[in-house]
């Protein structure tokens, strides 16, 4: 067992080629008509029993989290209580928002009954990322579950024991059936799935691989969720409150050494308070911690080729005449790296427009709100971003003008921690959506039944119908609809 102080797996301890995905495919397909057969009631059942088990074992998925990631204690126990909270809310909603509705038929169609419910599609694939190992996975998979699909998890290369402390838990509430089936590897593994015989993929990564994924999934027609990278935006108007704003805006910059898709990246703060935002922004920065040690804010850098990207765009963004405001790059001591602010980065720059996945924020000033909308959104990526004013109602409407999946106004990533509230983006941020109904949704088909109650007085759908049926008909419909 490796501790948080080692270095993260450069590859897992057993490699998943084809012949195997395809067997964890076959397999999982094999339990699911028996899994689908338990109805949301059973399914509920085990989905809760699965909760209360990550629950009292959470210290050991704390545990295996930073083993594998090198992330701090509280970084990890805030995760295993996302994962708990999302997985509780799935489980017990699931029949609610999937079970059969009855639909109106409408006046032409009166002498119909009909019912609209989400039936499963299958076996769902689902491909997770290394910076929350088990958050992230957790949110498709148990979506998946509780529509009646098995799933196929593919859990990063770095995080690959995360993965199948899940499956093995979750087999552990369900006996007999085997629901959560782990193929491990790199991107062999994951475009082996993809070209698999499942009936949908959801994936988290970047936005470059989210290309790949659809490609593979393309030769099949597979449907796919996908949540690609970021590049967040807070916007901090002339009445918000400065020490929230800076306190909100640290955290969500810095949290999980920034490696966090919907972690912030840019500040737009409006001329007026642009410098005492800047300083308290600074004053909170400089005193978080680096390290693996107990009191450590921020853990390492996962991915080393990542310490490459932050180091670049630091560079680039000081030779155009950035200000380095609190570090630079000698912020960067591999695995690591310590907050870097950075402040007037040209909006073209590699830090303002691509994505960073490290504690390096760019603050920089506009003229007004309606400016720092605007640049917000000539971003590529569209996943979440925040808005800070004392002015509630200004500020929802800011947000909706932001081209955005999910906006907090007055906090940040507040949406994440929401399991009824959908969670997505667009753009380079990708398309479709987990958690709350939406997400439910997503891993179900869904299917209409209609049933003739009785026989109507006129029938248009009939080569048997009388001649003045159709006129009637016409006469009606305007009468009706025409004014």
Known sequence: MTTAADPPHAAPTATSGTPDVAAAVSAARSVQ???DALGFAGRRKALQGWCALILRRSDELVDLIRAETGKTADDARLEVILA?????????????????????????MFHHAVTVAHRPLGVVGVIGPWNYPAFIPVGPVSAALAGGNTVVLKPSELTPRTGEWLAATLAEVTGGIRVLHVVTGDGTAG????????????????????????AACADRLTPVVIEGGGKDAMIVAADADLDAAADAAVWAAMTNAGQTCVGLERVYAVDTVADRFLDLVTERAAALRVGDGPDADLGRIVLPRQLDVIAAQVRDALSRGARAVLGGPQSITPPYVAPIVLADVPEDAAAVTEETFGPVLVVNRVTSVAEAVERANASDYGLGASVFTRDRGSGRGVAARLRAGMVSVNAVIAFAGMPAVPFGGVGDSGFGRVHGPDGLREFTRTQAITSQRFRPPVQPTSFRRRPGTMPTLVRLVRTLYGR
């Open 33 to 35: 008509p028996a899994w």
């Open 84 to 108: 708990a909270h999302h997985l509780r809310w799935t489980a017990a909603h699931a029949a609610r928002v999937l079970g059969p509705r009855r639909v109106s038929a409408g006046l032409l």
């Open 191 to 214: 475009e082996a799935l993809c070209r698999a015989a499942v009936d949908k993929i959801s994936f988290t990564g970047s936005s470059a691989t989210a290309r790949r994924v659809m």
